[in-house]
């Protein structure tokens, strides 16, 4: 009889920004695997280092020539909240995406070893499902999703009753809806939006490097009112048969005339057409308008289990609008000129991550 065969040996290794070839391998294990989501993908790689200037570790475990799990990470340098290594910023999924334990646990390893070197103060992973029971978790978060029914009519009457009067207004109102070629109007909307909330916008480049990068997965739907203006605008990526509306933005019109559930149900309707089959309505803080927002659709919190490894900190940071201390900068930001706001945001935002 044969000996048994040796066991592969677990590889970790890096993921160069210029290695297109590797690069198709890690999307062909992402879409493949069952804990992956958009976030593990590797464009998310150049979209990090290109317009926030993080550097990247983006780790893969390979045997046999084959890839058997990854790890995205970003070193975070900021003024404002120090420095650490986290999976991922600005994004609410992260993590190790692995086919097995032995795989998994190589690449927090190779993570831990990377973060202590750097000398962070803490290492983050953003996990859908948890991981650690004995590292510290942030609990603050929950996640929205849902199953897109088979017909638009079933979909509509899944709507509690009083969003569904909403999209109904909406409809009555001769409202529209457009898939933009560019991240105009959408930034127009999504910075004025995010001013009224005391909170920097993203810088419009990025944006438009999501266009560019993701191209078919990543898509801009704008509601107009009849006259063509635009009133809700949402940025949303694609995976597999999931749709994320990521990134929203509206006219201070647009809840008077129902424009924002009007968007979401034209987001879901025309998702449903093309054959998705789960709307995830992304994440929410707890006790906010849009963790409100998301549960009067009908959808359901799920938690989000984000652990840390500390390293120079007593207590997980909480580095969020929610946190009291930051009271006052959010309503000096609301009363910033736009103008200056766009320009200042981006300076501000690859600080928070």
Known sequence: MAPPPEPSLLTVKRLQPQDLPTAARWDAFVFGCPEATFFHRAGWQKIVRDIFGHDTYFLYVEADGSIKGVLALAHVRSWLFGSSLTSLPFAV????????????????????NIAKRLGVAHLELRN??????????????????KEILASEE?????????????????????LASEIDVDTSRFF???????????????????????LEEFRADCEVLTIVAPDGGPLSSVLSFYFRDEVLPYYAGDDESARHLAANDFKYWELM????????????????????GSYSFKKNWGFEPQPLHYEYCLYKRDAIPQNNPSNAKYRILIATWRRMPIRLANWLGPFVVKNLG
């Open 93 to 112: 999924y992260g993590g190790v995406a692995a086919q097995n334990l032995q795989a998994a646990q190589a690449l927090e390893a190779e993570a831990q």
């Open 128 to 145: 859908v499902n948890p991981r650690h029971t004995d590292w510290p978790t942030q609990d603050l978060y929950v996640t929205f999703r």
């Open 154 to 174: 079933a979909n509509l009457m899944a709507i509690p009753r009083k969003q569904r009067a909403m999209v109904r207004k909406g409809i009555k109102n001769r």
């Open 188 to 210: 127009l909307l999504y910075a004025d939006n995010v001013l009224r909330h005391g909170t920097p916008a993203m810088p419009k480049r990025y944006f438009d490097a999501l």
């Open 269 to 288: 309707r025309r998702s449903c057409e093309r054959g998705i089959k789960v709307f995830d309505y992304g994440r929410s803080k707890q006790g906010t």
